[in-house]
C-alpha cells in the first residue's frame, strides 16, 4: 500500500519517541506519586495508540514481504482467538473482551514495527534505543522522588523484609522489572557507542543495574542477569571475548546479590499474636492468609525472605494449580487472573501467583498456555535463525532485542506481566521479541519483482542474490510436470463455491423437523462417549460442542453438515490445484462439487455422513499429495486423517481397503516399504484406539450392527438401484468424474488413485451398500476432470457444446430430485405433492421428519392420564431410537419418568439396576407386548398432523405390567444392537 | 491454517462453557454439602463472622466441638451461597467457592437472614 511520503518520514520520525513516550508513561501509572500516577493513567493509552498509528503506517511503507514473520504471526493470532473465545465462558467477559482487545493493540504494534523494522534496521536500532531511555528516565525519576519524597521511594523494613528502594513504582518489583529487561540494552550501547555517548550508555547500565539491585526483586536480579548472559553468548563476539563477557555479568550478578542481602529486616517485636478472642472470625484466622499458618490461637510463624524463598510464592503456585485443574482446558477467561486467583496463603500476599505462565494457565488454560508457549518459541527460533546470519554490528544489536525477550521469559517465572498491557514491562519485552524476528527475515523482492518486471534498483537485485532458488513463490512441479498454481486462490475458489452452497440451503435450514437418526445423534450428543453401537463417536462429539453453544438447534446441527461440505470443496479445489488446474480448473471443480445433488443435501440433515465425506475426501487429498508431489513426509497426517475417518464412521475402511489395494496392485507399492505407511497406519491405530476399547468392553456391538445393517440395506437397495443413485446423486459431475479417472490413470504416480474411486464403488455395489457410501471417493476424479477439461485442446466450439450438455444434463437431474434433497418445497407441499415417498433409486428422509412432536406429546398426554397408583407405570419403554429420542428432546418437564429404549446404543443408557416391574411402552407391535407384559392396555395411538404414513403413525402406545421386574428382561427381550 | 484454527477455537467454545458449568456444579455440590451440615442457617452454634471480605462478601462461622470455626459460609450481597470451607478436619480446609463467578450459585438464603444474624453477632456496620 502507498502511504504518502510525509506521512512515513513522520511517522518514522515519530515512532521511536513515541515508544520512549509509551514506556514512561506506563510507569508513570503505575507510580506512587499521585500525581505522576494521574498523569500516566491518562496518557498511557492515548501514547499506545498514537504509537500504533504510527507503527501501521510505518509497517504499511514497507513493501518487503517477510515470510519469516508470517509464522509467529499465525501463532500471535491463535493465542488472541484463543483469549478472545475466553469471552464465552469467561467469569468476568466484558472484563476478557477489554483486555483481549488491548493485547491485540499491543501485538499490532509490535508486529507492525517488526514488519517495518526488517526493511530498515536503523529503525530498530532507534526503537531499541528509545526503550532504553524510557527506562532510563523512569529510574532518573526513581532518583528524582527518592531525593525529594524519601519516603515514597522506599519500602520500608519490616520483620519479614529489609528496606528495598522502590524508585517510581507501588512496589519495588514493579520498576525492577522494566530495568531488567532494558539492561542488555544498555550493554549493548555501551559496547556499540563511542567517547561520550558509550560513557552515557555505561551510566545508565549502572543505574538500571543499580536500581535493580536496592529494589532487591530477586526476580529482577536474576531476570537481568539471564538476559545479559544471553547477550553476551550470542552477541556474536570472539570465543575469548565472550567469556570474559560470561564472566564478567556473573561477577555482575554475584555482587548484586550480595548487595542486595545487606539491608537487615526490622527487628521482629512480639511474634503475630492473634487478637483478642472476638467474634470477627477475620481478626483471628484471616482468610487471606489461613493455609500455612498454623491453628488459629497459636501465634503465627515468622516470614523469614531468604534469597531463594520466604515469599511463598511455592504454595502459593500450587494454589494456583489447584484452581487451574478445575478448569484445566480453557480456564476462567482471559485477563481474569487477578479475580480468578484467591490468596488463601499465610505466607503469600499478592492478588495474582505471581507467575505469568501460571496466570496464563489460570486465564485460558492448557489450550491457551499451549498456544502461548508455541508463539514464544517460534520467536526464539526466528530469532536464534536471525542472528546465525547477521553481520556482527547488526548481530549485536539483535542479540540485545533477544536478549530483552529471553529476559523478559524467565521475569514471567516469578511476575505475572506477560499479556498484561498495563504493565511497565510487558511492551519492552514484546518489542524486543518483534525487533530479534525482523532480523531474521531474509531478503526477499516484492511480488512484481517476480512477474517479470525489471526489479527495482540494486538493492533489490542484491536481495535476489540472496533468495533460494523456488523458495520465494513456493511454487513447485504438478505430478505432470506442470507448474503448481498458488495456494491462496485455490482456497478462495473452494470458499466462493462452499458459500455459494451455504446461500442456497440456507433459506430451508430446518425444514421440516428432526429426522429419526438426527434425534438419536442428538441424544447421543447428550451422552458424549467413546462409542456408541452403530456409529463411532464423532458426530456425536460434535454435537455435543454444538449444542453446548447453540442448545437443541437443528440449524445449529445441519450447519455442521454444511461446513464439512464447504470444507470438502475447498479440498476438491486444492485438489485441482494440486493436479496443476488453473483458477478455473479449481473454481469449477469446486461448483461441480457443491451442485452434485449428494452435496446439495448437506444442510438437510445432521448425519454421520457429512463427516465421514469430509474424512474421505481430506483423505485422498493427502494422498495426493503423498503420491503425487511425492510428499513422503505427510504419511503421518494421513494416519491422523485415517485415524478421525476411523472415528467418523467406518465406512471409511472401504476406503483405506482400497488404497492399500490400488498401491500394492500398481508400480507405486514400492512406497510401502518406507517407514511411513507404518507409522501412519500406527497413528491411525491409535487414534482409533479408544473407539475399540469401547467396542472391546461392551462385546463388538458394531460387528452385530454391521451385518444386520448389511442385510437390512442389501434388501432396500437392488444393485440397478445403486448404479442408478450414482448417477442421480453426482448428476453431470459422473462425466466429469469419469474423464478425470482417465486422466489420473495416465499419470503412473497418481495411478493407485485413479484406481480407489472404482474400487469403492464396486465394493459397495456388490456388498449391496448405500448408494451414497462411495461418493465422497469421486471427488478426486471430479477435481481431475476439470483440470483435464481446462487442458482440452479441442476448438472452442466443441468445448462450449460439451459444456453446454453437462449443464443441461446436470439441470434436468436436478430438476428431478432437488425437491427431494434440499427442503425447498414447505410442509403442505412436500406432503401434498408425495416428495416425501421414497424408492430405490430415490432415497429421502422427509418421510422420518414428520410427526415427533405429537408423538411426544401423545406419550405425556397418556403419561399424566394414568392413575397414580402403585401399580401404574415407573418408565416409558420406547421400541426404537426414534421414539426414545423424541420423548428425551421434547418431553423436558420435571415430572418426566425414566425413558428407556433397548435399541442399539439407548440398550445403554440407562441406570444399573431396573427393578420396575410396569411401563409405558411405547411403539412395540402388540405381538411382542404379548411376550413382554403379562397384561397390557392400549392407551393411545400415534399419529402425526399430517397423517403422513411413516414409521411411526398408528403405533400403540399401551400401559404393561412386565412379566418381570425390567432388568431381568432386558437382554433376552429388549436390548438389541440388530436393525 | 486458518480454517483449522477457527474450528479449533469454535470447539474450544463449547468445551470452555462445559468446564465453566461444571466447575460451578462441583462446587455448588461442596458448598451445598457444608450448607447442609450446617443445618439451619441461624443454628445456635453460629458463634463468629467476617463482613466484607473479598469482594464484598459475608460470612458466617460456626462451632463444632472446641473449633470455634468448624464451618463457614459466605454470602453475597443477594444472599447466594459463594463459598463455604469445612475445618474440621486436620489439615488444610475443604473450601467450596464460586467467588469469582457468583452468578453461577443457585443455593440463596434470604439476605434478610444474614443481615439479622450478623447484627445479633455485633458485627460492625450491623450492629443495632
Known sequence: MKVPEGLARWANRLGPGLLAFTVVAFAFGSSTVDLLQLVGWKLRWVSLLALAGASVVLALDSRRRARELRAPAALALAFLGVAFASVAWSVAPRLTFTRAASLTILFAVVAALARASAERPELASRLLRALLSGAAIVAAAGLLVLAIVHGDAVQAASPQYGARYQGLGLNPNTMAGLFAVALPVAAWQAWEQRGLRRLAAALVFLLLEGSIVASASRGAIFASLVALLAFAVSSGASARVRSALVVGVVALGVAGIGISQIPKAAPSGASERPGPVTRDAQSTLPLDGEIGRGDPGSDAPPIRRRLLGGSGRSIAWRGALRQTADRPLGGYGFGTEEKVFVDRFYYFYSNVPENSYLGLGLQVGIAGVAAFGALALSLLLGAARGLRRLRPEARRRSAAAASVFVGGLVLALTQSYLTSVGNVATISVWLGAALALAASVRPVAPADAFSGDAPAGGMVQAQRAEIEPGSATGAAAAPGGERRPPVRPALLCGLAAGAFLVAISAPFLGRYGWERDELYFVSASRRPALGYVDFPPVTAWVGWAVREVAGDSRIGLRLTGLACATLSAILVALMARELGGGRRAQLGAAVAWVVTPFLLASGSIYYTGWFDLLAWVAFLYVALRVLGRPEPRLWPLLGVVAGVGLLTKYTILALLGAFLVALVASGERRLLRSRGPLIGAAIALLLFAPNLVWQARHGWPSLRFAKSQAAFTAGATSRPDYVAQQLLFLGAALALAVVGTVWLWRRPRLRPLAAVPVIVTLLFLFERGQGAYPLPADALPLAAGAVALERWSASRRVRRSAAAGLVALHAFVLALLLPHVLPVRTTASMVRSGTWRATGWRPTFYQEEIGWPELARATMRVWRSLPRAESAPQVVLASNYGEASALDLYWRSPDRPLVLSGYLSWQYWRPAHLRQRSALVVGYPPAFLTRLCSSWRRRGRIENRWRLPNLERGRLIASCRLRAPLEELWKPLIATSRL | ?128
Open chain 2, 1 to 128: 491454517m486458518g480454517a483449522a484454527l477457527a474450528l479449533v477455537l469454535l470447539l474450544l467454545i463449547p468445551i470452555g462453557r462445559w468446564e465453566r458449568r461444571r466447575h460451578a456444579h462441583q462446587e455448588l455440590s461442596g458448598m451445598r454439602e457444608i450448607r447442609g451440615l450446617v443445618g439451619q442457617v441461624g443454628d445456635p452454634s453460629l458463634d463468629a463472622y467476617r463482613v466484607r471480605v473479598g469482594f464484598g462478601f459475608d460470612c458466617l462461622l460456626y462451632r463444632r466441638h472446641r473449633n470455634r470455626f468448624a464451618l463457614e459460609l459466605c454470602f453475597d450481597g443477594q444472599g447466594r451461597l459463594i463459598e463455604a470451607i469445612d475445618r474440621r478436619g486436620s489439615g488444610d480446609p475443604r473450601i467450596f467457592s464460586l467467588r469469582e463467578d457468583p452468578s453461577r450459585s443457585t443455593a440463596r438464603v434470604d439476605r434478610r437472614l444474614v443481615d439479622r444474624l450478623l447484627r445479633r453477632l455485633g458485627a460492625p456496620g450491623y450492629a443495632r
